[in-house]
T-cell receptor, first 115, second 113 residues
Framework: NAGVTQTPKFQVLKTGQSMTLQCAQDMNHEYMSWYRQDPGMGLRLIHY???????DQGEVPNGYNVSRSTTEDFPLRLLSAAPSQTSVYFCASSYPSGRADNEQFFGPGTRLTVL | AQSVTQLGSHVSVSEGALVLLRCNYSSSVPPYLFWYVQYPNQGLQLLLK??????LVKGINGFEAEFKKSETSFHLTKPSAHMSDAAEYFCAVSERGYSTLTFGKGTMLLVSP
């Protein structure tokens, strides 16, 4: 199993550009989430999904869109990049709460710089 | 809403000394608790987790943590620090019924020879 994979590993954007961060998992997990990591802030939840076709906002959703058309994939879209979105982005997946202990499986991260 | 507080953004120890990283949480019910480690320019690695089976939890690399409900704490310890333990450590909480995590702001562990 590849686990949770993320592409690209690094990306540089100009202000106003759009892009999609890809996330895929092959563990048949129903839950998937996106977090961003900023120095001194820990990781903060952007959006999450409890299954195909169902998404919800986390703590810092502004400027980001998500969709979940399949169990395996959970892309994160930046519609108009801003310097404040410079961060490291982590995707995670897990079993539904109640089936397991809420352990999240994390991808390797995408380092995004917005100029 | 649940929250996690990690006391000390930086902790410095000498090699061979005790490591103690503090974590306090707020939650209306006993949650699931996790410690993750992040080495420079790498992703997150799970050190250990508390899921109510036992209050003293042993993890990888000689780390352990004790869940104390009365103190709402889940401090991470290691008896003897190694240079290779230098990294950033994150405490995280997840409420039962939710499969997302709330993280603390992290503690950078510095180990000197």
């Amino acid at each position: 199993n590849a686990g949770v994979t993320q592409t690209p590993k690094f990306q540089v954007l100009k202000t106003g550009q759009s892009m999609t961060l890809q996330c895929a998992q092959d563990m048949n997990h129903e839950y998937m989430s996106w977090y961003r990591q900023d120095p001194g802030m820990g990781l903060r939840l952007i959006h999450y999904s409890v299954g195909a076709g169902i998404t919800d906002q986390g703590e810092v959703p502004n400027g980001y869109n998500v969709s979940r058309s399949t169990t395996e994939d959970f892309p994160l879209r930046l519609l108009s990049a801003a310097p404040s979105q410079t961060s490291v982005y982590f995707c995670a997946s897990s079993y539904p709460s109640g089936r397991a202990d809420n352990e999240q499986f994390f991808g390797p991260g995408t380092r995004l710089t917005v100029l | 809403a649940q929250s996690v507080t990690q006391l000390g953004s930086h902790v410095s120890v000498s090699e061979g000394a005790l490591v103690l990283l503090r974590c306090n949480y707020s939650s209306s019910v006993p949650p699931y608790l996790f410690w993750y480690v992040q080495y420079p320019n790498q992703g997150l690695q799970l050190l250990l987790k508390y899921t109510s089976a036992a209050t003293l939890v042993k993890g990888i690399n000689g780390f352990e943590a004790e869940f104390k409900k009365s103190e709402t704490s889940f401090h991470l310890t290691k008896p003897s620090a190694h240079m290779s333990d230098a990294a950033e450590y994150f405490c995280a909480v997840s409420e039962r019924g939710y499969s997302t995590l709330t993280f603390g702001k992290g503690t950078m562990l510095l180990v000197s020879p």
